[in-house]
T-cell receptor, first 117, second 113 residues
């Protein structure tokens, strides 16, 4: 149980275009979803936290107009990278959480590799 | 504020020998602590977690970790390394009652035949 999927797993786009990444909780309802960014050989950096039906909370230094996050349902969140540039190339990982036994468990998706040419 | 320090960026072991990946944490509250593993170009898999119950935590694939409050440590160990254990390992802290995870910088485990 507690499976999180991401689509696509790998995407190449041209500079200036936008790309959307989906994150789905397959067998549970996620009260909160998180988006992380990981540069090569580095740790995960939290970009934003989103709760279903409300605006995402972005971490300091993350451009909310560039990284649009929508959390329209309890099983789906999307990250749209707008006007992508080569420096946006990265590995994007989402996670989803729900409350279990008075604590929140976070389950991670397999990640999406974005390459901007 | 919470923080995590993984003391080694790389650890190299031979197959069949013990593994020790070190992690120290800092937290203002009672923390929950986790170890995740990431294989190349893959997402994160939870190895084990400490949430204020038993201080010695057993996880998957033979890994275990001991929470030592006096030393603010949560080191990951395995008695005998397998080739398939070669991966990146992240120590993570979360304050109890909160959702935000704070990741360490990661330790790359290399296993030689």
């Amino acid at each position: 149980g507690a499976v999180v999927s991401q689509h696509p797993s790998w995407v190449i786009c041209k500079s200036g275009t936008s790309v959307k990444i989906e994150c789905r909780s397959l067998d549970f309802q996620a009260t909160t979803m998180f988006w992380y960014r990981q540069f090569p050989k580095q740790s995960l950096m939290l970009m934003a936290t989103s709760n279903e039906g409300s605006k995402a909370t972005y971490e300091q230094g993350v451009e909310k107009d560039k990284f649009l996050i929508n959390h329209a349902s309890l099983t789906l969140s999307t990250l749209t990278v707008t006007s992508a540039h080569p420096e946006d190339s990265s590995f994007y990982i989402c996670s989803a959480s729900y409350r279990a036994e008075a604590s929140y468990e976070q389950y991670f998706g397999p990640g999406t590799r974005l390459t901007v040419t | 504020a919470q923080s995590v320090t993984q003391l080694d960026s790389h650890v190299s072991v031979s197959e069949g020998t013990p593994v020790l990946l070190r992690c120290n944490y800092s937290s203002s509250y009672s923390p929950s602590l986790f170890w995740y593993v990431q294989h190349p170009n893959k997402g994160l898999q939870l190895l084990l977690k400490y949430t204020s119950a038993a201080t010695l935590v057993k996880g998957i694939n033979g890994f275990e970790a001991e929470f030592k409050k006096s030393e603010t440590s949560f080191h990951l160990t395995k008695p005998s390394a397998h080739m398939s254990d070669a991966a990146e390992y992240f120590c993570v802290v979360r304050n109890t009652g909160f959702q935000k995870l704070v990741f360490g910088t990661g330790t790359r485990l290399l296993v030689s035949p």
